[in-house]
Every structure is written in C-alpha cells, then in structure tokens.
C-alpha cells in the first residue's frame, strides 16, 4: 500500500519543484528585464533594515553572552588567590631582605 503512494508522493514533489523553478525562471526574466528604480531601493531600504535589526540583535545577543560568562562572583575566587599569594610574596620579601 506505500508503494503505491510513493510514486504519487515523488511526483508531488517533482511538481513542487517544477513550479518552484518556474517561479525562479520567472523572477529571473524580471530581473533581466529590469526592474523600477524604486522598486529596488525600496527594497535596498528594506535590506538595510533587516541588516540594521540583525546587528542589533546579534549585539544583544552577545551582551547576555557576555553577562553570563562574566560576572563578579566568578572573580571571587581568583580575587582572594590573588590577595594571598601577593601577601605571601610581599612577607617572603620581607623576610628575605632582612636576612640579607
């Protein structure tokens, strides 16, 4: 019984691209053919604003990246390391200048 119906499904598709090319053949006839000028910058405009909105977003986007890799209590830990291991070296200083 799906034998039968995949022919039918395969030549659903072939027909669905066939009408898809067809659209494309079409689309690039009007453009050969030239399209208005207004008609371009309207769409150059539009273009624009898409690309304006997706930088927009993909800004936003990295900001809350960011927030979320970066935040002050992911420093506390090497903060404190930091304060340690400086005051340890600033006292081993210390005691090695005054032995010498």
């Known amino acids: 019984m799906e034998n039968a119906n995949q022919p039918a499904n395969e030549l659903d598709k072939w027909r ?3 009408r898809r ?5 079409e689309e690039i006839q009007e453009l050969k053919l030239g399209i208005s000028l207004g008609y ?3 769409r150059l405009e539009q ?6 909105h997706s930088s927009r ?5 990295y900001t809350e990246i ?3 890799l970066f935040n002050w209590s992911s420093l506390k ?7 340690r291991f400086s005051g340890l070296g600033f006292l081993l200083g210390v005691a090695l200048r005054s032995c010498a």
């Open 66 to 68: 960011a927030s979320y």
């Open 21 to 25: 090319l067809q659209e494309i053949e």
């Open 77 to 83: 830990v090497p903060f404190w390391q930091i304060v």
């Open 47 to 52: 273009s624009s604003r898409q690309i304006e």
């Open 40 to 42: 371009r910058r309207d």
């Open 16 to 18: 669905d691209l066939e």
């Open 57 to 61: 977003e993909l800004d936003a986007i």
